[in-house]
């Protein structure tokens, strides 16, 4: 169990810290993503702090289990209102955002059953 909740935990954490920095960096993805959601553009930089924030927060659960468990939580309503967003706007193109919501799940899930 401590192996899964370790290995799901890093990666779900590396990838969501590679997303973060797409975000902040600038680069043309998330903007047109943004357009296509129809969400504004000044939001880019602060939901690339929110993944940046979870993606921290995960690795932070390792030292203080509740920030893990915090963090987790919230990446996962984080590609909830994502995959919402898709929906809206009549957005089929949900597997990138249904792999990063799966992860989030899983080590929230394995996060409660390991420390909880």
Known sequence: MFAAYVTVTILTSVFNGIAAVTYLIGHDYPKAQADMK?????????????????????????????LGTLAAAGLVLYFVGALLAHLRVGSRQLVGGAVFFAAAVAALTLNVTYHW
């Open 38 to 66: 129809r969400v504004p553009r000044s939001w880019v930089p602060v939901l690339g702090m929110l993944l940046a924030a979870g993606s921290l927060g995960l690795l932070a659960g390792f030292a203080v289990p509740l």
